[in-house]
């Protein structure tokens, strides 16, 4: 058995030193020593390695050699890429409130129909999760509760009685005996993980864990754990709204292009088949500012209203201020709109949101967004049955992005009926199309054809 002591390893340079330091010695940078387990295996053992371990022929090794557990949650199921793997790792990171454990409450109650479950949670009494488990109606003999916070507990309970699945809610409370330092510090939370995913692969328990991600988001939260794992899930939304996304950022199993869509209700979260209307459902018509955009989240199109204001600034330095769009992203497309269309923004301040508490991050919301501050510039309403997608770029130009078809048949099935795209998209959709799709060249284009 490998003989245990801790160290102390710069996090920049890999310095180690058996002693904390302020300052890494080698490259001089500072606090970057974090304390780390070394295991020391006997010279004997490093130099044979396991005598059974032998090369094997690619072709000789079976395919997947057990079924996907399918909850039957069809979201869920398909962000995993098809179902739970036995002996799987998998990260449920998100902000601390978003309904990771509601989630993961409710997935497990319908797993545990067939499979023996364990519940560990350093955050809440088990009283707490009957209650919970009482408001989302969830009832399961097979389902137990663990209310502990030390590694080493939760992995004897595991090893005495077996489970199919074990969850560790969350990674940030629990704590190994190995180390000194406190729980949810760097150091605690890689430990444990690197302890789970050895339970893991030796004995086949797939293990849930959960991570809250920090504000600063790099320390000790879920990023110090995304090269661990096999599967990362992150559950995105704003918490002052009800629409979630569960996204797969990381899958060793899996596409990472697949997003489940969730919507909070008093009774957990609900799967949302059609999000593009849930997202488009107050959508105010003929006010000016208000554009609706499609972005592709994975594979999936996705309608949302973008929203601009501009309105005259009573400050020195005018405000620029961005929900739901990046912040660089909108200076940016001011910067063109000034250039390119000679507007002026320098005594305005100018506000845009995405409805709904969504999140854009593709360029291929530019054209929305610039749409939107267009209308509200000239006071001009867009015609409500116009859906607008397309990057813009430098020079004013607005260039194809990919998905179009997907876009363009998504908004005919909510009954719009024109999109503003880019001319090299519009050049090659199917003709099949009933929706009319109006492709631009450049900014100019667009505001000839609008305003
Ligand atoms: P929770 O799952 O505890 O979040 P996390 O584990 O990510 O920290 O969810 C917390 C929020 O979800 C809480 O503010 C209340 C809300 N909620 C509902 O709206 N409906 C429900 O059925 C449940 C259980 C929670
Ligand atoms: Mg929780």
Redesign the pocket.
């Known amino acids: 058995m490998a003989d245990r002591k801790t160290v102390f390893r710069c996090q920049q340079c890999g310095y180690v030193s058996p002693k904390w330091l302020g300052r890494c010695p080698d490259c001089k940078s500072w606090e970057s020593l974090v304390e780390e387990v070394s295991y020391k295996s006997s010279e004997k053992e490093l130099a044979t390695g396991n005598p059974q371990n032998r090369p094997v022929a690619l072709a000789d090794i079976p395919a997947e050699t057990e079924p996907r557990l399918l909850s039957g949650i069809g979201e869920w199921d398909r962000v995993l890429g098809g179902g739970l793997i036995a002996g799987s790792l998998v990260l449920l990171a998100?902000?601390?409130?978003?309904?990771?454990?509601?989630?993961l409450l409710q997935v497990l109650a319908r797993l545990s129909q067939e499979k023996r479950v364990l519940y560990a949670s350093g955050e809440e009494s088990p009283q707490q999760l009957k209650v919970?488990a009482l408001?989302?109606g969830v009832e399961s003999p097979n389902l137990f509760v663990y209310s502990e916070t030390s590694l080493e507990a939760v992995l004897d309970a595991v090893a005495q009685k077996p489970p199919h699945i074990l969850v560790v809610?969350s990674i940030q409370t629990v704590h190994t005996r190995a180390l000194e330092v406190a729980p949810g510090s760097v150091s605690q939370v890689r430990e444990c993980a690197s302890r789970l995913m050895r339970a893991a692969k030796e004995t086949g328990v797939s293990i849930f864990v959960?991570g809250?991600v920090t504000k600063e988001g790099s320390i000790a939260g879920p990023r110090a754990l995304e090269h661990l794992v096999d599967t990362v899930l992150y559950?995105e939304g704003d918490r002052t709204h009800t629409f979630r996304l569960l996204r797969a950022v990381k899958n060793r199993y899996g596409s990472t292009n697949e997003v489940g869509v969730f919507e909070?209700?008093?009774?957990?979260l609900e799967q949302v088949p059609n999000p593009s209307k849930l997202l488009l459902a107050e959508r105010p018509k003929g006010v000016s500012g208000s554009v609706v955009a499609c972005a592709v989240e994975g594979t999936r199109p996705l309608l949302v209203e973008l929203q601009a204001l501009v309105s005259a600034t009573s400050w020195l330095q005018p405000r620029r201020t961005s929900m739901g769009v990046d912040s660089n992203r909108l200076s940016l497309l001011l910067a063109v709109l000034e250039k390119k269309l000679g507007l002026n923004f320098a005594q305005q301040d100018v506000f845009v949101n995405v409805a709904g508490g969504v999140r854009l991050v593709e360029p291929a919301t530019d054209l929305a967004m610039t749409t939107a501050l267009l209308s509200t510039y000239l006071d001009r309403p867009l015609p409500p049955e116009w859906v607008v997608w397309g990057e813009v770029g430098l020079a004013g130009e607005v260039r194809g992005v990919g998905h179009s078809s997907v876009r363009a048949l998504e908004a005919q099935k909510l009954g719009f009926t024109r999109c503003l795209i880019p001319r090299s998209n519009a050049e090659r959709l199917s003709p099949e199309l009933e929706i009319e799709c109006v492709g631009v060249k450049s900014l100019q284009d667009v505001m000839q054809l609008l305003f």
Do not use: A, F, N, W
């Not at 998100?94 to 989630?103: C, E, F, M, R, V």
């Not at 909070?264 to 957990?268: F, P, Q, R, Y």
């Open positions: 998100g902000d601390p409130g978003i309904g990771k454990s509601t989630l919970r408001r989302l809610d959960v809250h559950l909070m209700k008093e009774v957990g």
